[in-house]
């Protein structure tokens, strides 16, 4: 079985004042004070500029929403990540903006040495690994397998 994750990541107080404008958006609690908005079809769809280029090589992050997220993250850092993983191997990306600036990334997850472009991503938003396996696993990220799982709770 495979994990596949298109998501937006920040402190939840953020993500709920952000989302008060995007009916499609669903606002998920992590551990840690964090939560995601995962990016379904229907908000990728509302949220896509299909002027705007893609951001190679996300992709599901909808194009020009990183105008968006800059903004968003004027009220404290917010990361965009994406992850593809089977039988253990797989693929995993981040960016994450700070003040309304790109603080990190874009990072790819392509050599098995050190810790994940997701977990760079969490670690950068302020979660803590400490007692678990990595940031990935501190805040809960296992805990559905494919982006469309999270707003219901269904896997």
Do not use: K, N
Request: charged residues 25%; hydrophobic residues 40%.
């Amino acid at each position: 079985m495979g994990y596949y994750l298109e998501a937006v990541v920040a402190a939840e107080p953020l993500l709920r004042a952000a989302a008060a404008d995007l009916p499609d958006a669903r606002v998920v609690p992590l551990r840690q004070g964090l939560a995601l908005i995962p990016m379904t079809d229907a908000l990728h769809d509302a949220l896509t500029d299909p002027l705007a280029e893609r951001l190679r090589p996300f992709q599901r992050l909808p194009r020009g929403f990183q105008r968006t997220l800059a903004a968003w993250s004027a009220d404290g850092p917010v990361a965009y990540v994406e992850a593809d993983i089977w039988g253990g191997t797989g693929d995993q990306y981040a960016l994450a903006w700070t003040g309304g600036a790109l603080t990190l990334g874009p990072l790819t997850d392509r050599t098995p040495d050190g810790p994940s472009a997701i977990s760079r991503a969490l670690r950068h938003l302020g979660a803590d690994g400490a007692g678990h396996r990595d940031e990935f696993d501190a805040v809960g990220l296992g805990r559905h397998r494919r982006t469309e799982s999270w707003p219901t709770g269904d896997d």
